[in-house]
């Protein structure tokens, strides 16, 4: 066991080859097909070609009367033109009606444009008696007409595969004539929390023990980015039940993520237990918090331990987990977070070249720039770190640390 230990930390992987050594392995899940009702947050699995024009004809843009243009032309206060109406379209009719020379048809916002129009002349620039329009606007052609195919043609790509389907996506669908539509199947995940000292909330706190935070904490995220949580639970540190509990969830599970019991502590029986019975691809990352990070595989399921120290397990789930999970669902862009561009408040320096740091900041609104202000830490498991930051700066391996009022990049937490 000592010895597996110091095999892993013998050397830490950089977290950039540690990223693209995982993603290599990962093969985007099975599509499946659902309704589009349904379809909110889904990952687009295939692209869209359009089957039909939008909007399927030429419609007025608004309420008033569909005109030839040129019957316009000159018209104004001082002079209008006089034109006939000859009928009225109503939105969601179709009309065989065909203007000639000075006729108009009194039109919705919405409608069809009839035959022989090319324009369309708002109520307010007219006046009406007696079946006689008078104009007292000119107008070009095309004035207040939407064109057919004006907003999406007939056999264009609509929607690329790999999109996360928002509100607008679905109602882009549902006016190609989409009722359902097919996405990328979500992962199921297993999320573990292992410890001696976890106790689940609700229950007298005794002493040496604490609230299992991490377990409601990752399966927020594991959601957040897409999966489905199918069991998540506290074990004891005991490597007979860590192994049954793993041996278990490989039977349905495409992901299984421990936290904690991945370090050098002699309870830490997981690098043990999956060198034994699966194959370990990383154990030890050079990034701080989060440098015990063990990635593995059993069968085809992805094995991720991460630190048992909450600020250490969500910034690990971050960088590596959740892009892994968005990689199973193929996903177009695999960190979901918002960049923001800011200024340091002041001198950050680091210990140890060759590692990257992760800097938790709160933001700032200064004048015309933001400004990320660090935030105190007491060490990776202070959970108020988390609370108090908007985001986290990266401070690259070979950086001493950072200069104040020096530029960085902040990528938010999720939301």
Same mark, same amino acid.
């Given at each position: 066991?000592?010895? +597996?230990?110091?095999?892993?930390?013998?050397?830490?992987?950089?977290?950039?080859?540690?990223?693209?050594?995982?993603?290599?392995?990962?093969?985007?899940?099975?599509?499946?097909?659902?309704?589009?009702?349904?379809?909110?947050?889904?990952?687009?699995?295939?692209?869209?070609?359009?089957?039909?024009?939008?909007?399927?004809?030429?419609?007025?843009?608004?309420?008033?009367?569909?005109?030839?243009?040129?019957?316009?032309?000159?018209?104004?206060?001082?002079?209008?033109?006089?034109?006939?109406?000859?009928?009225?379209?109503?939105?969601?009719?179709?009309?065989?009606?065909?203007?000639?020379?000075?006729?108009?048809?009194?039109?919705?916002?919405?409608?069809?444009?009839?035959?022989?129009?090319?324009?369309?002349?708002?109520?307010?620039?007219?006046?009406?008696?007696?079946?006689?329009?008078?104009?007292?606007?000119?107008?070009?052609?095309?004035?207040?007409?939407?064109?057919?195919?004006?907003?999406?043609?007939?056999?264009?790509?609509? +929607?690329?595969?790999?999109?996360?389907?928002?509100?607008?996506?679905?109602?882009?669908?549902?006016?190609?004539?989409?009722?359902?539509?097919?996405?990328?199947?979500?992962?199921?995940?297993?999320?573990?929390?292992?410890?001696?000292?976890?106790?689940?909330?609700?229950?007298?706190?005794?002493?040496?023990?604490?609230?299992?935070?991490?377990?409601?904490?990752?399966?927020? +995220?594991?959601? +957040?980015?897409?999966?489905?949580?199918?069991?998540?639970?506290?074990?004891?540190?005991?490597?007979?039940?860590?192994?049954?509990?793993?041996?278990?969830?490989?039977?349905?599970?495409?992901?299984?993520?421990?936290?904690?019991?991945?370090?050098?502590?002699?309870?830490?029986?997981?690098?043990?237990?999956?060198?034994?019975?699966?194959?370990?691809?990383?154990?030890?990352?050079?990034?701080?918090?989060?440098?015990?990070?063990?990635?593995?595989?059993?069968?085809?399921?992805?094995?991720?331990?991460?630190?048992?120290?909450?600020?250490?397990?969500?910034?690990?789930?971050?960088?590596?987990?959740?892009?892994?999970?968005?990689?199973?669902?193929?996903?177009?862009?695999?960190?979901?977070?918002?960049?923001?561009?800011?200024?340091?408040?002041?001198?950050?320096?680091?210990?140890?070249?060759? #590692?990257?740091?992760?800097?938790?900041?709160?933001?700032?609104?200064?004048?015309?720039?933001?400004?990320? #202000?660090?935030?105190?830490?007491?060490?990776?498991?202070?959970?108020?770190?988390?609370?108090?930051?908007?985001?986290?700066?990266?401070?690259?391996?070979?950086?001493?640390?950072?200069?104040?009022?020096?530029?960085?990049?902040?990528?938010?937490?999720?939301?």
């Amino acid at each position: 066991m000592e010895k +597996l230990h110091k095999i892993g930390f013998s050397k830490l992987a950089p977290l950039e080859d540690t990223i693209q050594k995982l993603l290599m392995k990962i093969k985007v899940n099975p599509l499946e097909e659902i309704e589009i009702t349904k379809a909110l947050n889904r990952v687009l699995a295939e692209d869209i070609i359009s089957e039909i024009d939008i909007p399927p004809f030429d419609r007025s843009a608004m309420d008033g009367y569909a005109i030839k243009a040129e019957d316009s032309f000159g018209a104004s206060l001082k002079n209008p033109k006089k034109t006939k109406l000859i009928g009225t379209i109503e939105i969601g009719e179709s009309s065989n009606l065909k203007i000639n020379k000075d006729e108009v048809v009194r039109i919705s916002t919405g409608a069809p444009i009839p035959e022989g129009s090319d324009a369309v002349i708002k109520i307010e620039d007219t006046e009406i008696e007696e079946n006689i329009v008078t104009i007292y606007n000119a107008l070009a052609p095309g004035k207040n007409v939407s064109k057919r195919g004006e907003d999406i043609k007939k056999n264009v790509l609509a +929607l690329n595969a790999g999109i996360e389907l928002k509100a607008e996506h679905i109602a882009l669908l549902t006016s190609l004539g989409f009722n359902k539509v097919k996405v990328i199947s979500k992962p199921k995940i297993s999320v573990f929390s292992s410890g001696d000292e976890l106790i689940e909330p609700g229950t007298p706190l005794q002493s040496g023990k604490i609230y299992n935070s991490n377990k409601p904490m990752i399966s927020a +995220l594991v959601n +957040l980015y897409g999966g489905i949580v199918i069991r998540a639970e506290s074990i004891k540190d005991n490597k007979e039940s860590i192994k049954i509990k793993l041996i278990e969830s490989v039977e349905d599970s495409h992901m299984i993520i421990f936290t904690g019991g991945t370090s050098v502590g002699t309870k830490d029986y997981l690098p043990e237990i999956i060198n034994e019975i699966g194959t370990i691809i990383t154990h030890g990352v050079a990034m701080r918090p989060g440098s015990p990070v063990l990635i593995g595989f059993l069968n085809k399921s992805l094995i991720f331990c991460l630190p048992g120290s909450p600020g250490a397990a969500y910034i690990s789930f971050l960088k590596i987990s959740g892009p892994a999970i968005r990689k199973m669902l193929g996903c177009s862009v695999l960190d979901p977070r918002i960049e923001i561009v800011a200024r340091i408040d002041k001198d950050v320096p680091v210990t140890g070249l060759g #590692i990257l740091h992760f800097l938790r900041v709160k933001l700032e609104k200064r004048e015309n720039e933001f400004i990320a #202000i660090p935030v105190k830490l007491k060490g990776s498991g202070v959970i108020s770190s988390l609370t108090a930051s908007d985001g986290i700066i990266e401070i690259p391996p070979n950086q001493e640390g950072l200069k104040k009022g020096e530029q960085v990049i902040v990528r938010l937490f999720p939301k």
